[in-house]
């Protein structure tokens, strides 16, 4: 590929490992920082609310970060470099976090500065981490590598969760600086042994020419031309809009387990539980399949990113339909079957997503992923605020919550059934490689289909 070897399992897994990194430090922004200022500092919801949603916006940096890895040739230094400038990023939010204690303006400026940067940093290293990915492993393992790196990430979700848990207790300002300090340096520590040697077996090849190419285009013009290409731009909209239908129920999930099934605090927090272990199933469903039925790959991911949006938008209509059973439905497994659905979407999309990356004119893998990128922190940004104020809305004209619930469940499976339709389309039939209009699962060899030959 392009001169460098194809990435092993290892690698595959220390890829995961700077996945897991990654997530180790935004789980502390977005969770934990979140709840020190509701509930120690008693200030507005709504601040971290709006900074959560920054870290988001500023993500659609990553069509940029991604034209700057195709120029350079290389992802190693955007990736420990996003990773730095996300560390960074961290502990300036818990510092600014921190001094909200004493100064709530002073502390709300810097702790802005901190989500910032985790904006940029999460930018800058996620797309590159899945450009590289996309092009140094094979077809065959595209589908396993994407559920290795994303159950890497949701272990290092709750791996730090627990562990920092444990060190915030009792809790202090300077104890909350010091542990998220702490989880940054380990990250930056785990990405560079990660990378190490990961690239520096890369030997001259088509993608020299192709960066060279690039340099001498500039950024919007580039951007512009991955647009005008079809699928690409099919793609965005189908990520766009099946995230957003992913990330609306989030907020609104465990409130109508409490409002409309009479859960308490406890019993919604192990429903969330519920929901995560089916999306973990879902995923590794899609990985197993994906690897022992090596004949119908060029089908597989197609079918499970269709399949799993129409499922995950069954399963919300489900739900909407328990809300006016109330406490004998069986919600559990009714959420479970969602999350399974969910899981197998999700790591579908992105194994097609790392498909898609090389197709198309010129060394734009990075510009593309970036663009994807982009469309889903936009959809993640907007989801989980539209998803709320859809629930409030609902209930000014309707008394019973069950029936505000479900609108807003339907509305979403609606959207699911709108991705699936798109995902159709994004998934041309098969064309002879000689067009040179290879579909996503086309009959050309995945490997060059990856390297954008």
């Known amino acids: ?124 290293c996620g797309t590159s981490l899945l450009v590289f990915l996309a092009k140094r492993v094979d077809a065959g393992r595209r589908a396993a590598a994407a559920t290795i790196v994303w159950v890497m990430m949701i272990v290092g979700f709750a791996v730090t969760a627990g562990v920092a848990g444990h060190f915030l207790d009792p809790f202090s300002p300077q104890r909350l600086v010091l542990v998220t300090a702490s989880v940054a340096a380990i990250a930056v520590v785990v990405t560079v042994l990660a990378m190490r040697n990961l690239e520096v077996d890369r030997q001259p090849g088509p993608d020299d020419a192709g960066s060279q190419r690039a340099r001498r285009i500039p950024f919007r013009t580039a951007l512009a031309g991955v647009w005008q290409e079809q699928e690409a731009r099919r793609f965005t909209v189908f990520v766009f809009v099946s995230m957003l239908a992913y990330s609306a129920q989030d ?13 308490t605090p406890g019993e919604s927090t192990q429903l969330s539980g519920v929901q995560h272990a089916g999306v973990l199933l879902g995923m590794l469903i899609v990985a197993i399949t994906g690897t022992l039925l090596k004949r119908h790959r060029s089908t597989l991911l197609r079918h499970w990113t269709i399949g799993g949006c129409a499922a995950s938008a069954v399963a919300l209509f489900v739900i909407a339909a328990g ?83 479900a609108i807003v469940f339907c509305a979403e499976g609606g959207l699911f059934i709108a991705a699936a339709v798109l995902a159709v389309s994004v998934h041309p039939p098969r064309q002879p490689a000689a067009q040179h209009e290879i579909g996503l699962f086309g009959d050309a060899d995945f490997a060059e289909v990856a390297e954008g030959r």
Do not use: C
Request: net charge neutral; proline share 4%; glycine share 18%.
């Open 251 to 263: 907020l609104i999930l465990e409130p109508f387990a409490g409002l409309v099934f009479g859960m």
């Open 323 to 405: 809300g006016f059973v109330g406490p004998g439905w069986p919600l559990n497994a009714s959420v479970f079957a969602l999350g399974v659905a969910n899981g197998a979407f999700a790591v579908a999309a992105i194994g097609s997503m790392m498909a898609l990356a090389g197709h198309g004119r010129e060394n734009r893998e990075g510009l593309r992923m970036g663009l994807w990128g982009a469309a889903q922190a936009i959809a993640f940004g907007l989801g989980g605020f539209l998803g709320t104020v859809a629930v409030d809305t609902a209930k000014l004209f309707f008394a019973a919550p069950e029936v505000a619930y």
């Open 1 to 124: 590929m392009s001169g460098a070897a194809s990435l092993g399992w290892l690698g595959i897994v220390r890829l995961g490992l700077i996945q897991a990194a990654l997530g180790s430090i935004v789980v502390l922004t977005t969770s934990t920082l979140n709840r020190v200022m509701v509930v120690e500092f008693a200030l507005p919801a709504m601040l971290p609310g709006a900074l959560v949603a920054l870290h988001h916006a500023i993500q659609m940096s990553r069509p940029r970060f991604g034209y700057g890895s195709d120029v350079g040739g290389r992802r190693t230094p955007w990736i420990i470099g996003g990773m730095l400038v996300l560390a960074t990023g961290g502990v300036t939010a818990s510092l600014g976090t921190a001094l909200m204690g004493v100064d709530p303006v002073w502390g709300s400026g810097v702790a802005l500065l901190g989500f910032v940067l985790i904006g940029l940093g999460v930018g800058a």
